[in-house]
Nanobody
Framework: QVQLVESGGGLVQAGGSLRLSCVAS????????MGWFRQAPGKERGFVAA????????SYADSVKGRFTISRDNAKNTMYLQMNSLKPEDTAVYYC????????????????WGQGTQVTVSS
């Protein structure tokens, strides 16, 4: 059974930073595209960022470009999301996602989801 476990969420003031992690049990980890989505209260889940299996390509939602950085360490089966210059509108539950390639992640055609981690940005 595939498991995706997110961590690193929390409460931070506007302008602050957080680093999310996602450990995935999918095998072989290095062949899958991965990404992050988020869902704010009363809103649909939306795409945040994606990364290809080899880390050669990344994609970001316009709202986070220049502030968030996605990365992965295939040796550790772990993906990261470094979030800087956080804004109150970034407040949401952040979900880790895995798909057979990065393009599917971007489209939301996801094979596996994590349970989510809460990020709250205070003004």
């Amino acid at each position: 059974q595939v498991q995706l476990v997110e961590s690193g969420g929390g409460l931070v003031q506007a302008g602050g930073s957080l680093r999310l992690s996602c450990v995935a049990s999918v095998r072989p980890f290095s062949t899958y595209g991965m990404g992050w989505f988020r869902q704010a209260p009363g809103k649909e889940r939306g795409f945040v960022a994606a990364i290809s299996s080899s880390s050669g390509s990344t994609s970001y939602a316009d709202s986070v470009k220049g502030r968030f950085t996605i990365s992965r360490d295939n040796a550790k089966n772990t993906m990261y999301l470094q979030m800087n210059s956080l804004k109150p509108e970034d407040t949401a539950v952040y979900y880790c996602a895995v798909a057979t390639d990065m393009r599917r992640v971007v489209r939301g055609t996801v094979n596996y989801w994590g349970q989510g981690t809460q990020v709250t940005v205070s003004s």
